[in-house]
């Protein structure tokens, strides 16, 4: 049987309700502010060459960086230049409305949701806005994972037999399901990517890219693909034998990445129901920052300052 925490975990409440947040940013300036602040903590850099000496503009919210990796014209900015909310023609609020939901929701919140709340005029709009926060929830300051590790693969997807006739994709074993691979340190981050096959030359890859050679422990189950990783890159490997009913062995278990998948699978089948091979990197990049950010009670503000 799967041991459990003995602990009991602590929900982190968010630093600011829905209310509080529509309250706060109650017109656009008050967005732009935010956005400024949250990009550009130690003052206004420009996006394109980074130069610190720019000209605030008449314009409020708008600069010149006269720097000559900018061209003989320079360069003029916004505060929304280099983010997802450039040349958009929504309301800044109603984008902070969107972000806040996505960020709070911790199964995810369908774009047909959001077009409800929101009232957008067509539903592509709102797929549109989900689309592009989940581009900026990436994480842009990967650090190799440390401690003990778990490394797991599943599959993201339904039966081919259980879809419409017509929308059938008729793949030899009847299913259309995406291989993804993740990593999680215990009590800390989780990495996962979705792959085209769960072989061992992908694994030891992955592995490599994301796991420290500093690492304590590195568990898996017995999939073949990880039978070399002690041998071949000096891991501290062990394994458990799931098919044989096996699932923790000290503390030899994959228990918390499955954790992750099953949350991952539950988001995906009762949340957004189908999820394209095309999109499913950007719904792992949603999921995985609302589990690295868990514990911080302002993951608004974390979003905000890497969009």
């Not at 949250?38 to 708008?62: A, H």
Request: proline share 3%; with cysteine.
């Amino acid at each position: 049987m799967k041991t459990r925490d003995p602990q009991p975990k602590l929900t982190v409440q968010p630093s600011m309700t829905l209310t509080e947040l529509m309250a706060r940013f109650d017109t656009e300036d008050a967005c732009k502010a935010y956005i400024r602040d949250s990009r550009w903590p130690s003052g206004v850099r420009c996006p394109r060459c980074g130069n610190e000496k720019v000209y605030t503009l008449k314009q409020p919210f708008k600069w010149q960086c006269q720097s000559e990796k900018c061209g003989k014209k320079g360069y003029r900015f916004s505060v929304t230049a280099g983010t997802i909310f450039e040349n958009t023609k929504y309301p800044l609020r109603t984008w902070f409305q969107v972000a806040y939901l996505m960020c709070q929701s911790k199964k995810g919140i369908s774009a047909l949701q959001i077009h409800r709340q929101i009232g957008s005029g067509e539903y592509r709009t709102a797929w549109f806005m989900c689309h592009r926060i989940r581009a900026a929830m990436k994480n842009q300051t990967f650090n190799a994972l440390m401690g003990e590790v778990e490394i797991d693969e599943t599959y993201v997807g339904g039966k081919d037999t259980n879809r419409h006739r017509d929308k059938r994709t008729h793949i030899r074993g009847g299913s259309d399901k995406k291989a993804v691979i993740g990593a999680i340190s215990r009590k800390g981050n989780v990495v996962c990517k979705m792959i085209e096959r769960a072989d061992g030359q992908t694994i030891r890859q992955f592995v490599a890219q994301t796991v420290s050679k500093k690492v304590e422990l590195v568990s898996t189950d017995e999939h073949a693909g990880y039978q070399y990783l002690e041998r071949w890159q000096n891991y501290p490997h062990q394994t458990v034998a799931h098919k044989q009913g096996e699932y923790v062995r000290g503390l030899v278990h994959t228990n918390s990445i499955e954790s992750f998948w099953s949350l991952l699978k539950r988001g995906v089948m009762g949340t957004f129901h189908n999820v394209s091979r095309e999109y499913l990197p950007l719904y792992l990049n949603e999921f995985t920052f609302r589990h690295n950010e868990r514990n911080n009670p302002d993951i608004f503000a974390r979003l905000i300052s890497s969009v």
